[in-house]
């Protein structure tokens, strides 16, 4: 049963769940709440069940005179799958179309993924996009903050685990030709090190999912970046 939260941030906000395919970042509620026989609101179950459109942040100019834009519904967006979590609801369409929201694209038509440890917004990975372009993936800390309220900090970072894996994914479905991850030199010589020093760290699980799907996808290791082959497998 739909919960009057839920009401109430479909009225508030109707756009963020009907959406426009004129709007970018626009989210779509499936046609079965208001088309078919019998058909209504009540009948969405979990929030699994609303289907997103693809969205992310907008496309920024390399070069850091450009402020860092967040999408604009991505506090809502957070606040949803917080409590679908919390009432032990579905999150996989949730943190999708969070880790969509969180998607940056830094120049006219980026063909890498930066990855790396947050450094601030103009140095380590989101500093190397700024400055050269690519795609890397930032919730911003109030957005991560809304997604993580009330829960432990293991489930926290299990539930931004699920969109940082949602985000590495559709990046490799997309076919992008590289994926780089940003290295410290002061504090690591690579990635391995990274795994050998940060153990279960956002980054080590980044790195391991790389080592162990890559491949899959059609990318292969080459020392701190992972490079498009082949069409992949999956």
């Known amino acids: 049963m739909t919960s009057l939260n839920e009401f109430k941030n479909f009225s508030d906000n109707p756009s963020y769940y009907l959406g426009s395919k004129g709007a970018e970042g626009a989210i779509a509620l499936p046609g079965m709440m208001f088309g078919g026989e019998g058909a209504g609101l009540a009948e969405v179950g979990d929030a699994d069940a609303l289907a997103y459109s693809p969205v992310h942040a907008p496309h920024a100019p390399v070069g850091f005179d450009s402020p860092v834009n967040f999408h604009p519904w991505s506090h809502d967006a957070a606040s949803d799958l917080n409590n679908a979590f919390l009432h032990g609801e ?14 940056h694209y830094i120049g006219d038509n980026p063909d890498r993924v930066v990855l790396g440890k947050f450094e601030g917004l103009e140095d380590g990975y989101i500093g190397e996009a700024r400055g050269h372009g690519g ?83 059609g990318y292969q290791q080459d020392g701190d970046s992972w490079v498009r082959v082949a069409d992949g497998a999956r």
């Not at 579905?90 to 998607?103: C, R, Y």
């Not at 309220?149 to 590289?178: H, P």
């Open 135 to 217: 795609i890397y993936f930032d919730t911003s800390q109030d957005v991560w903050s809304t997604m993580t309220q009330g829960l432990s900090t293991e489930d926290g970072n299990a539930l931004g685990w699920q969109m940082n894996e949602n985000f590495l994914r559709t990046q490799m479905e997309n076919g992008l030709s590289r994926i780089d991850y940003v290295v410290d030199p002061s504090a690591y010589s690579s990635v391995e090190d990274v795994l050998a020093l940060r153990p279960g760290s956002i980054s080590a699980q980044e790195i391991t999912f790389l080592k162990d799907y890559g491949e899959l996808y």
């Open 90 to 103: 579905p999150t996989e369409t949730l943190s999708q179309s969070l880790a969509d929201m969180a998607t």
